[in-house]
């Protein structure tokens, strides 16, 4: 059973009570489960709800991870417990009541004992609720979820943990098992690995590979060449933050199986699908940076080198950076030129990193003063950027469709820019993290659609975009 994460709820015990599971098993970390309360050395009362003029808390001590409940203001009878969710609040084990206890003859409020938020033996990134009800009535209030600031003592390393809530542990992938938005999600992990230096979450690396190599075509390869970019790229920054060559190896084999869908169809470029329907920008932007990526790091190679250039130069022919120095979707295969199709907001970004890397790969200056044209567009544009924040075109309220990853692609590209080019868009990148950390953001510190608010709801897709956005802030 699921309830809303958001503003307190008020339902019925009967309703909460259907399909009841067994409870869940104790957690222990530094302690146990069941801790006294009173043993605390730190709290915080980040959420409350009320009920009848009852007052229901969460307490968090954040020095020892662990959390429990109270109810005030009321009377003998009144009942008090905490939900925990190792899935981001969007299931828990129905019936476990952790601590459930009365307010005893006497006494105006009661309290739980403590309890873990995470579950650190098996990797379960947690959060808690405390709901509660009148003795001599049946409605019952939860407050939101929260958790510790462990793994969470600021915003991108928040923003991380909410995002690793919604890892699954049984596939590898995130919440929906998404295939090529998986990619995009693990990417800015890693990355916010190497930018926060906290190293939690590194096994997620481990385990999206062994769980899902053999997935699809293997090695991460399938019929969307675009999607075996992704996962390509994401390799790649494994590979950096590991030194496991394994992840290398699949880099290669994925640049090698895009490579295969070249031909002299429009005068070259890779193909967005096996069946060969389209040629456009996003396959081929991801194809020239995974395999300037890859020459970069193959001692003595010239094979990814070169195919790099062609790819960059067949791009530039076909006219797909337009006059207004803006992407568009791809090439018209009657004309081989721009089709004029929409101007994504990734289309901008995966390009840029593109070029940031072949000049990594080339030294060749006029990359970095091609990837400024477009990255001054995407930032100025009133279409892109109305009021300096990032919006994708037709950006959907609800965190749905994998289009909400765009945003994360769009952003992470402007970072290695920013970072290429001394700042030049670091007052771009702090106003959308301000805008969105203040407008766009439950009490988990995950994050919707819309950056510049308001805030309708999140999925994995909607969390890695703005993890990569808080990732490339200054």
């Known amino acids: 059973m699921k309830l809303s994460a958001g503003a307190a709820a008020l339902v019925t015990a009967a309703t909460l009570f259907t399909s009841v599971q067994a409870a869940s098993a104790a957690v222990c ?81 009661w309290r739980t004992g403590q309890f873990n938020v995470d579950d650190w033996g098996s990797n379960g990134v947690g959060a808690l609720r405390a709901c509660g009800k009148a003795g001599d009535r ?10 510790s600031n462990w793994n969470a003592w600021d915003r991108r390393t928040a923003a991380a943990t909410a995002l690793m809530m919604r890892f699954d542990r049984g596939t590898g992938l995130f919440d ?20 926060s230096g906290m190293n939690s979450y590194r096994y997620a690396v481990a385990s999206t ?28 920054a494994a590979y950096d933050l590991t030194g496991d060559s394994r992840y290398l190896n699949t880099a290669r084999a994925d640049a090698d199986w895009m490579y295969s869908y070249w031909d002299t169809t429009c005068g070259g470029g890779v193909w967005w699908n096996t069946a060969r329907t389209a040629k456009n920008a996003i396959p081929n932007s991801l194809f ?68 940031v890397e072949l000049n990594r790969l080339t030294g060749d200056g006029g990359l970095i003063t091609t990837a400024r044209r477009i990255g001054d ?35 992470r590209g402007l970072g290695v820019l920013n970072s290429a080019t001394g700042g030049a868009y670091s007052a771009y990148l702090q106003r959308n993290a301000d805008s969105a950390y203040a407008n766009d953001r439950d009490t988990l510190d995950a994050y919707g659609s819309h950056w510049a608010g308001v805030f309708r709801g999140t999925n994995h897709s909607c969390q890695h975009s703005a993890l990569d956005l808080l990732n490339a802030a200054p």
């Open 29 to 109: 970390n530094r302690y146990c489960d069941g801790r006294d309360a009173g043993l605390a050395t730190a709290d915080r009362t980040p959420v409350t709800g009320s009920i009848y003029g009852r007052v229901v808390k969460v307490h968090v001590n954040d020095v020892d991870a662990m959390a429990w409940a109270s109810i005030e203001n009321g009377q003998a009878g009144d009942e008090v417990w905490l939900d925990r969710s190792f899935d981001g609040g969007r299931s828990w084990a129905d019936g476990s009541k952790l601590g459930d206890t009365t307010v005893p003859s006497g006494s105006g409020g």
């Open 209 to 236: 590979y062994d769980k899902q190599v053999t997935a699809r075509s293997g090695q991460f390869r399938n019929e969307y060449l675009d999607d075996t970019g992704w996962w390509g790229l994401a390799w790649v």
């Open 288 to 355: 020239i940076q995974l395999n300037a990526a890859l020459s970069r790091r193959i001692a003595g190679d010239t094979v990814y080198r070169q195919r790099a250039l062609a790819d960059w130069s067949w791009f530039q022919g076909t006219g797909m950076l337009n006059g207004s120095n803006l992407v568009n979707d791809g090439v018209n295969l009657s004309t081989c030129k721009n089709n004029g199709d929409v101007t994504w907001t990734y289309n901008q970004g995966v390009l840029i990193n593109a070029l």
């Open 377 to 411: 567009a995407m930032t100025t544009s009133g279409y892109l950027s109305p009021g300096g924040i990032l919006r994708e075109p037709n950006e959907p309220d609800a965190c749905s469709g994998d289009g909400v990853s765009f945003k994360g692609a769009a952003i």
């Open 138 to 147: 049946p409605e019952i209030t939860c407050t939101a979820w929260t958790r």
């Open 176 to 195: 929906t098992n998404g295939w090529w938005t998986g990619a995009n999600a693990l990417t800015a992990i890693i990355d916010n690995i190497r930018r």
